[in-house]
């Protein structure tokens, strides 16, 4: 059964890995460059597991301590995840015990997938849907982690590397209004977050 579903789940996810690969490194050499050992984004992308909130942690780390307003910041960035929660709930159901990790480790990549690919008849949905978010969380880990040791290696300008996160937002509104343009909430919704991530970034 899980062998089954594991390799129904990772053909989904191996366009995902590239780009998490890419990204996770970016976010890798970005800590190694502000001065944090490589366990830092290790262990970040493997609990926080929310690439924007990551690469804006970087900034909070790095600034005053004002929980306040990180916890705003961490909201309004992830606010998305409540549409995904609200229409996962029933594709979740009856997943026991993986229900817990599924909510935690939904991601928009895993949603993507979960949401509207179609396992085998004889593939487990549930444990479909596990190997899906699995997959996807190891492929940002080992992107995050090889980027920070790499950076004790290699040693460049690392000046707008930020700019990833901006053209990852950007990446997103645009799939917002493609999938979902006839929902007027989400595209305002996508749009507000990015407007919010630029002003914070570039303005702060």
Known sequence: ?????????????????????????????????????????????????????????????????????????????????????????????????????????????SFSINCVAEPPPEVDKGWFFFFVTLLNQIYWVSGATLGALLGYLIHFNTTGIEFVMAALFVVMFIIFLHKWRKNTLLSIAGGTILYMYLVQTWFR
């Open 1 to 109: 059964m899980k062998t089954k579903a594991f390799k129904a789940a990772l053909p989904h996810t191996l366009p995902i890995c590239v780009g998490f690969l890419f990204l996770g490194m970016s976010y890798g050499f970005l800590m190694r460059s502000k001065g944090f050992p490589f366990v830092y984004p290790m262990l970040m992308s493997l609990f926080i597991f929310a690439g924007s909130m990551e690469f804006i942690t970087v900034n909070l780390l790095l600034s005053a301590f004002n929980p306040f307003y990180a916890f705003f910041l961490a909201l309004m960035v992830n606010a998305r995840h409540l549409f995904y929660g609200i229409s996962m709930l029933g594709k979740y159901q009856h997943t026991g015990w993986k229900k817990a990790y599924l909510i935690y480790g939904m991601c928009d990549e």
